[in-house]
């Protein structure tokens, strides 16, 4: 039995004769194309955002944040609702949030992050719960609690979180984290 291969661009075809009967049969089968690595795609910046959403390092969106500075870090987290009440910009808010960290004061964004927890937003919310429990440790670990923050503001917040503390039906996560936030600015208050 012979085999002879031959390549015409876009299938390979397979001919084998058998010697002893004189018949020839040709058998085609399709060429798979050449592996090549998959590309990631690139990540383009919005232009709402001032470059946040592009940086993945910690220390690359620590220096955005510091170049940018507080108060427009924290217009990031201003929410735009659509006709029904959902978040029409969730994404640039998203971005935003992992920044909170690397602010100067997190007290200014505290209301915003309770809005967003008791959204119905499955990605915002709990995006927003993490980041309320880091502002809210952050203002018990600074050495001293901000000027901007007096123990009426904290009683207000820890009054809103209570709702979602105590509420079944919201997601068991989110209610840990107001769990947490409310014991964390607790301990803010006591320092105040």
């Known amino acids: 039995m012979a085999w002879l291969t031959r390549w015409d661009g876009t299938r390979r075809v397979l001919w084998a004769g058998v010697l002893g009967c004189g018949a020839a049969i040709a058998i085609a089968v399709e060429a798979e194309a050449p592996e090549q690595a998959p590309v990631a795609p690139e990540k383009v ?13 910690p220390l690359e969106r620590a220096r955005a944040v510091a170049k940018l500075g507080d108060a427009r870090v924290l217009s990031l987290l201003a929410v735009k609702r659509g006709e ?52 809210a440790r ?10 901007s923050v007096s123990a009426e503001q904290i009683g207000a917040w820890t009054a809103q979180l209570a709702p979602l503390e105590q509420t079944a039906r919201v997601r068991p996560d989110i209610r840990l984290a107001a769990t947490e936030a409310i014991a964390l600015l607790n301990a803010a208050r006591e320092r105040l």
């Open 45 to 57: 910046a919005d232009p709402g955002d001032y470059g946040l959403s592009a940086a993945t390092d």
């Open 84 to 135: 029904h009440g959902a978040v029409t910009d969730a994404e640039r808010v998203l971005a935003a949030l992992p920044s909170l960290r690397w602010l100067a004061d997190v007290a200014p964004a505290v209301p915003a992050l309770i809005e967003l927890m008791q959204g119905r937003d499955p990605d915002l919310a709990p995006a927003a719960a993490r980041a309320l429990v880091e502002a």
């Open 138 to 147: 952050a203002l018990v670990e600074n050495e001293r609690v901000p000027e």
